[in-house]
């Protein structure tokens, strides 16, 4: 067997972990390959809600598995409050999930660092989570990381306490001491105490040499879903680089992540939102700074699943969708949050970028300082309420305008339109 990898095609916060709770009942195995606590990923079903930061979106099918790859960073204490709050709502975390010994763990003081960097950006910050992404990735890169194996060791105290070492001189070389520093409304010593204390928790978890696991299970006739987090466009190779997060949010990333070989990848889902979001800094060429914008924002509900944040809308935009379809091969689309755009006459979808008078299908170089004027293509809205339908022939025929214009332009077939956050709100095609 092949894995399927569903992977987010813009800034994050597409509606993967709807998607990937919806099809969840055809897999047996749901598996996450990068990213940390900085993904927020949303499931609703039965006027219930969950938010996911660690945890792969399948762990409310009780037959399913569900694995922590290799390429996933772990905040033990998030881990820790995340079963806390599934086993609340009695789902069947621990019988149901496997955490790869080789994930990256991150620490109190990469969370430290994360603030003491994005501190020191001054204008410049990247609008980060501040979850620690940025060092432990560092850490994992320069040889110096701690792994989810090492919890076993009798020697973890040990290295722990070196490691913190290194980064409270880093810090201290940035003028911060340790001692200043908040983190989730604590100081740092009381937060390390409740750190150290989810790592008895992690312990107790079940974990696996993921990478032969997997590979087991696909030589078994076992079917896999990898489950991305973040979005292309925040990739640490082709993302706006410097405002990106610090893995391999694409497709490519899904084999040293899980340690599965590029032959071994099947179909390839690419998640994306009827119209755009970013939250935190960067370049978002069809951003609308007026009162558009604001009203996506708030039919969309669009603040941060993580932080809270609002998020910045805009239009749809092609070349940066053509890019990321073509850097992760994806073989089918969906089309996520349409009923945001219900109540518009006209949208507008971003066909071309004009860059210095020139007309151009191609994401820049210089994502940050290339002025990408988008060119704006107008389309007939559907302008009534998409939750009528029960089949996607019943819905209105200038959305299925909308969703062939998409097909027609990006060679790509859509899949699956969703028009609202609920498992059922969703349309196969
Ligand atoms: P993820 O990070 O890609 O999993 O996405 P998030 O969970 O961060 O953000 C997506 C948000 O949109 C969540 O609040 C979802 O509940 C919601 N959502 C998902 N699909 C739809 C949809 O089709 N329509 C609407 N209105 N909301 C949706
Ligand atoms: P999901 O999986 C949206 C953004 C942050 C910031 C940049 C770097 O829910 O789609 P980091 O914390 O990684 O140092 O932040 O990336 N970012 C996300 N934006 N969705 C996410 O995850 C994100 N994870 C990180 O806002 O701009
Ligand atoms: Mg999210």
């Not at 689309?333 to 006209?346: P, S, W």
Request: proline share 4%; aromatic share 8%.
């Amino acid at each position: 067997m092949k894995v399927d990898v569903l992977l987010g095609l813009q800034w994050g916060d597409e509606g993967k972990g709807k998607v990937v709770d919806v099809l969840t009942p055809k897999y047996d195995i749901i598996a996450r390959f990068q990213g940390g606590p900085n993904a927020g990923h949303t499931i609703e079903f039965d006027g219930k809600k969950f938010v996911l930061h660690t945890i792969p979106s399948g762990i409310f099918n009780s037959s399913t598995v569900n694995l922590i790859g290799n390429g996933v960073i772990i905040d033990p204490l998030v881990f820790e409050k995340e079963v806390a709050s599934l086993e609340t709502s009695g789902v069947l975390v621990r019988q149901n999930l496997l955490i790869s010994r080789k994930a990256h763990l991150i620490l109190p003081s990469h969370r430290l660092l994360d603030a003491v960097y994005e501190a020191s950006r001054g204008t410049l910050k990247i609008g980060s989570t501040l979850k620690g992404i940025g060092p432990a990735y560092t850490d994992k890169t320069s040889r110096n990381g701690l792994r989810v194996g090492d919890i076993e060791c009798p020697l973890f105290l040990e290295k722990y306490k070196a490691l913190q070492k290194l980064h409270f001189d880093i810090a201290k070389q940035h003028n911060s001491d340790y001692k200043d520093i908040i983190i989730e409304g604590l100081s740092f010593d009381a937060y390390e105490e409740q750190w150290l204390s989810a790592c008895d928790t992690l312990r107790s978890f079940e974990k696996v040499n993921s990478e032969y696991y997997i590979n087991q299970q696909l030589n078994l006739g076992k079917k896999v879903l990898a489950e991305g987090a973040q979005g292309t466009m925040l990739d640490v190779d082709f993302g706006s680089y410097p405002f990106v997060t610090s893995s391999n949010t694409i497709t490519a990333g899904v084999c040293s992540g899980l340690g599965v070989a590029p032959s071994r990848i099947g179909k390839v889902i690419g998640i994306f939102k009827a119209y755009c979001t970013r939250v935190g800094s960067g370049p978002f060429p069809t951003e609308l700074l007026d009162t558009t914008g604001d009203q996506l924002r708030d039919t969309g509900h669009e603040f941060g699943a993580t932080t809270g944040r609002p998020r910045r809308c805009g239009w749809l935009d092609l070349p940066a969708l053509n890019y990321a379809i073509m850097l992760n091969g994806v073989t089918e689309l969906m089309m996520m949050k349409a009923d945001v755009l219900d109540a518009f006459e006209t949208i507008k979808v971003a066909t071309q970028y004009e860059i210095d008078g020139q007309l151009t299908n191609e994401v820049p170089y210089d994502q940050v300082n290339t002025d990408s004027i988008p060119v704006y293509q107008e389309i007939k809205g559907w302008n009534t309420s998409l939750g009528k339908g029960t089949t996607y022939e019943e819905l209105p025929d200038n959305l299925h305008q909308y969703v062939d214009f998409i097909e027609l332009k990006t060679l790509t077939p859509i899949k699956m339109v969703s028009v609202g956050p609920d498992r059922t709100q969703t349309f196969i095609r």
